[in-house]
């Protein structure tokens, strides 16, 4: 099954965002996405009965699929290649760091370019995988098990302040990862038990140009292997979100280093899923 998030005719996002299951070319309603993942196993049974949709899919205005409370954790170098260009080693455990849920935009919004970030702004495609069940010390088969689904991700990095964090010994990536509307998700999630991610291929393009091309199959840390390991220190509930990393490629791997200015138009596609757009915009569209 497909489903996807959107804003409540005549809402406001992120107040009024809803879930809805795609039926063809229409969506049929279900629940506002705060009420989907607190009782996603009914909702998904409700769904598997519907025949019909009500809204065309051209009529919707996207929303992340996710709650707005949703924890977004991400994995760092979870490509050996990627680890090689950011002269970085091969992690022995999963790396992970934090993003801001409300930094989550979809297909079409404009991500500014801070001033802080003189020279743009950096992409990572990544597969995103979100969280079906409450996981607390899971093994991988029970990771597994809870995934309810996949959409497409890009981690845009504010790289200035992440190159100037690791200048010291403590190293925090919180700003350079979380600049404003930095994170574009897909609307569309594909429940897990309609894909296979293990050889997935990914692209990141740039006015055109294809910067990264990748497959999952080179992921160092499966998706079940990620949730294990977060749950054993924190608890993940439906909802929450997993960046599994990026494929080599990114804008500060290359000599010169290359970023996306105010003008350049960002694709991120994995297959099997979809993509999303985004433009790249000065900083006066920070609001």
């Known amino acids: 099954m497909r489903f996807v998030g959107y804003v409540k005719t005549g809402g406001r996002d992120p107040q009024d965002r809803m879930m809805g299951v795609v039926i063809d070319n229409k969506v049929a ?9 607190e009782d996603l196993s009914g909702w998904r049974q409700r769904a598997s009965g519907l ?11 996207l929303a ?20 090689a260009e950011a002269n970085l080693p091969t992690p ?14 979809v297909n079409g919004t404009e ?34 098990e809870n995934v309810f689904g996949y959409t497409v991700a890009n981690d845009v990095s504010g790289r200035a302040a992440q190159l100037q964090s690791v200048t010291l010994s ?10 404003d509307k930095s994170c574009p998700i897909g609307s569309f999630v594909v429940t897990a038990d309609a894909i296979s991610v293990a050889n997935l291929k990914l692209e990141t393009i740039v006015d055109g140009d294809v910067m990264q091309r990748g497959t999952t199959a080179d992921m160092v840390f499966s998706v079940p292997q990620l949730i294990a390991f977060t749950s054993r ?13 990026t494929p080599d490629g990114v804008g500060i791997g290359r000599k010169p280093r290359i970023y996306m200015k105010p ?15 985004n433009k790249i915009v000065d900083s006066t569209y920070r609001k």
Do not use: M
């Open 29 to 37: 309603p279900l629940a506002s996405t705060d009420a989907f993942y």
């Open 51 to 61: 025949r019909e949709g009500e809204i065309r899919l051209t009529e919707l205005t």
């Open 64 to 83: 992340p699929p996710v709650p707005r409370d949703a924890k977004i954790v991400c994995a760092a170098i979870n490509y050996v290649k990627h680890g």
């Open 92 to 105: 022995t455990f999963p790396n992970l760091f934090a993003r801001w849920a409300s930094e989550l935009v």
């Open 111 to 144: 991500i500014p370019v801070p001033v802080a970030e003189p020279d743009g702004l950096d992409w990572e495609v990544e597969l995103a995988a979100i969280v079906g069940a409450t996981t607390i010390d899971a093994d991988e088969k029970t990771a597994a």
């Open 170 to 179: 403590t190293g925090q990536w919180a700003l350079g990862k979380n600049v």
């Open 233 to 245: 220190h924190v608890t993940l509930r439906p909802g929450d979100v997993i960046l599994t990393g």
């Open 263 to 277: 003008g350049a138009l960002l694709t991120s596609w994995v297959e099997g899923i979809g993509s999303i757009t």
